[in-house]
């Protein structure tokens, strides 16, 4: 009898692997790399920006690479994402990808009944009326995090540094987190002291979220090595102490929200293990982003004074025209921001958010299947494939788009006369030009409450502080590469920045 040797073995390796895959008439420009399985796997997780306009100066809006063992098809045309993001899940999905994310990282395998409960909550509770009654906690618990310890009698007046990442960072987070998962019973009557315990009680859980989030990209792609893996295990197992529910719903003033995720979650039978699991994944996704893009808006417009005045100005006359102040005895402010008109403000986080998101939008191709392109032409996509758009480089870096795109303009959103800008492509109108929250029906829930954090945030900064760079002419971060394609850069390393409280 014939037995197959060795070499025959390896062709088979090699064919599994698509090392043999030839592009079909109407299937995208196919570029493998040099490199059997790996292909151009270096490259894009060292500089995917880079690497993704090199690879569309010479294939075109559409193409197809080999990254690790996965044929992904690149779109970068911008009026051709509407038609992607609108396709059915039964041909481009996203659940598979983030199940196994949530799984890798959270430890638990959510279901579609669960992925609906998110965004049926989400949508009633973080935006409209519910939002402002969210925002409204939010901003007392950051006067509590900002205000009540900077106002002690040894501070008061005098300036303070920190790290400029680390204060927003730990600002939003403590904030946040006391506004979503409440606070624990009052043990006294005196309210600098309860409030004081509330930010202690807050202290280690921020640096152990760090740590934990720190992780996430290689937890995610599930690349962690056994140190690391054991390092994250017991970070998990801190916070699933910490979040169980029966501790979680003895405390006072949990939000609503969630509140009705867990009680929703519960009813269809997630049992008291995964709950807490699930509140781990809501920490994170309410935490995650927000507070590495509030040092984002806070840089940039430290770096750009002119960006300084105008908002600071509008934001006080806002303030103003609705009665209110800040003041030496003490703020008397109650952001309302459905109230208050600040497009200036507005078009700055924008412009933020441009510069600083980088998502990757992902979807699975469930079976063969045609894409037409804006310019009319049509490619066939294979079943296992995946596809990929990178707003960043796509959008929110595009020089046709947007001039001088790696410069911060405060006011780039924004007409003279306070209506929002129009953007264009190929002199055609488009309908997606920034996309810091993904798009489509897997566009992040979380995104109003989101923005509304970092302009509380910047409202509160402007209007109760002096800050400044210590060092003035330092040049702002590059951005931690480790992490693209994860939400909200992080910048590779902190600056440093003095404030003080202005009465």
């Not at 502080?465 to 590059?478: G, H, R, T």
Request: neutral net charge.
């Amino acid at each position: 009898r014939w037995y197959p040797g060795p070499e025959w073995a390896t062709l088979g390796v090699l064919h599994t692997i698509g090392a043999f895959r030839k592009r079909s008439p109407k299937e995208p420009p196919l570029d493998k790399g040099f490199i059997p399985w790996l292909g151009h796997g270096i490259n894009f997780k060292k500089k995917p920006s880079i690497f993704l306009e090199e690879m569309q100066k010479k294939h075109g809006d559409i193409f197809t690479v080999l990254i690790a063992g996965i044929y992904i098809n690149i779109v970068g045309d911008p009026h051709t994402f509407e038609q992607i993001l609108k396709e059915s899940k039964e041909k481009l999905d996203f659940n598979g990808f983030a199940l196994q994310v949530v799984f890798n990282v959270f430890g638990f395998q959510p279901t579609y009944s669960h992925h609906k409960i998110v965004q049926s909550n989400s949508k009633k509770h973080l935006r409209g009326k519910n939002l402002a009654v969210l925002n409204k906690a939010m901003w007392k618990k950051m006067e509590m995090v900002l205000l009540r310890t900077q106002g002690s009698a040894e501070r008061k007046g005098s300036w303070q540094q920190d790290g400029l990442l680390r204060f927003s960072y730990k600002t939003i987070f403590q904030a946040s987190f006391l506004a979503l998962f409440g606070t624990e019973p009052e043990k006294s009557s005196e309210g600098n002291e309860n409030a004081t315990n509330h930010l202690m009680q807050c202290e280690e859980f921020y640096e152990a979220f760090q740590k934990f989030d720190h992780f996430f990209p290689e937890m995610a792609l599930g690349m962690l090595g056994p140190v690391d893996k054991a390092k994250t295990q017991k970070l998990k197992e801190y916070f699933w102490d910490q979040l169980l529910v029966e501790k979680v719903f003895s405390k006072d003033n949990i939000s609503n929200w969630l509140v009705e995720l867990v009680q929703q979650m519960a009813d269809v039978g997630m049992t008291e293990k995964m709950q807490t699991q699930f509140l781990l994944l809501l920490l994170w996704a309410s935490q995650a982003n927000t507070g590495p893009a509030a040092f984002w808006i806070l840089a940039y417009l430290l770096k750009h004074p002119e960006a300084l005045k105008a908002v600071k100005e509008e934001v006080e006359k806002a303030l103003r025209e609705t009665g209110q102040e800040a003041k030496s005895e003490g703020p008397s402010i109650d952001v309302s921001l459905d109230t208050i008109k600040t497009p200036l403000l507005d078009s700055a986080v924008e412009e933020t958010l441009r510069l600083a998101a980088g998502s990757f939008v992902f979807r699975s191709v469930m079976q063969d299947m045609d894409l037409k392109m804006a310019d009319g032409k049509e490619y066939t996509l294979r079943k296992g494939d995946h596809l990929l758009i990178f707003p960043f480089v796509a959008l929110h870096t595009n020089p046709e788009i947007y001039p001088d795109p790696f410069i911060f303009k405060y006011d780039r959103f924004v007409n003279p006369d306070g209506t929002k800008k129009e953007f264009y492509k190929n002199g055609k109108k488009l309908k997606y030009y920034t996309m810091p929250f993904g798009g489509g029906t897997t566009m992040c829930p979380g995104r109003f409450f989101a923005i509304s954090e970092m302009k509380m945030f910047v409202i509160m900064m402007l209007t109760c502080f002096e800050m400044e760079l210590v060092n003035v002419e330092e040049e702002l971060p590059p951005v931690d590469k480790s992490r693209a394609g994860f939400g909200i850069a992080h910048p590779a390393h902190d600056i440093q920045f003095r404030y003080r409280l202005r009465f």
